[in-house]
T-cell receptor, first 116, second 114 residues
């Protein structure tokens, strides 16, 4: 039962252009969303997050948009750089309610390739 | 200055053996996790500990036994290894409270069971 879905396994973008990675979720109790970046043979690295009370959060070249009514979030990278090539995981949390202890539910990941 | 470290990075072993993976975090966090990334690349939580207390046990076979000797360490012991246990195992930690759920991950341990 995948509560967080990334339907595009891969995305290829030219350097300098915008990369848009998408994520959908089913659980309306999620109140915190995160994007992680993962290089081969390394652990996921936190990139950016957004609380459910916001619809946008920006950090440098990275912006995350949240559409709660559509249960959809997206990560925009502008401009894309070759070093951004990695697997991007979307994750969601219901926080510390009950015994969840901030557990993260992950999507399957999207492989982003930025070519020169 | 590794924040979350795991040993070993690679582990190759025979079916039926018992093995352990160690995890340490130097971030002063209260909560630690074990995740499994299977062949389909899904990252799924296995266990969570808060201040050495088991909080989440996500229907993992009882051949898997986590142990937290102190807040900074969460080890994973696996008995009677099976082929299906082959995966990458990630340890993570989080500072509880403050509204932030950011977890910091270790580099992973790739377990191969032959």
């Amino acid at each position: 039962d995948q509560q967080v879905k990334q339907n595009s396994p891969s995305l290829s973008v030219q350097e300098g252009r915008i990369s848009i990675l998408n994520c959908d979720y089913t659980n309306s109790m999620f109140d915190y969303f995160l994007w992680y970046k993962k290089y081969p043979a390394e652990g996921p690295t936190f990139l950016i997050s957004i609380s459910s009370i916001k619809d946008k959060n920006e950090d440098g070249r990275f912006t995350v948009f949240l559409n709660k009514s559509a249960k959809h979030l997206s990560l925009h990278i502008v401009p894309s750089q070759p070093g951004d090539s990695a697997v991007y995981f979307c994750a969601a949390s219901v926080g510390d309610r009950g015994s969840t202890l901030g557990r993260l539910y992950f999507g399957r990941g999207t492989q982003l390739t930025v070519w020169p | 200055d590794t924040a979350v470290s795991q040993t070993p990075k690679y582990l190759v072993t025979q079916m039926g053996n018992d093995k352990s993976i160690k995890c340490e975090q130097n971030l002063g966090h209260d909560t630690m996790y074990w995740y499994k990334q299977d062949s389909k690349k899904f990252l799924k939580i296995m266990f969570s500990y808060n201040n050495k207390e088991l909080i989440i046990n996500e229907t993992v076979p009882n051949r898997f036994s986590p142990k937290s000797p102190d807040k900074a360490h969460l080890n994973l012991h696996i008995n009677s290894l099976e082929l299906g246990d082959s995966a990458v195992y990630f340890c993570a930690s989080r500072k509880r409270g403050g509204g932030a759920d950011t977890q910091y991950f270790g580099p992973g341990t790739r377990l191969t069971v032959l």
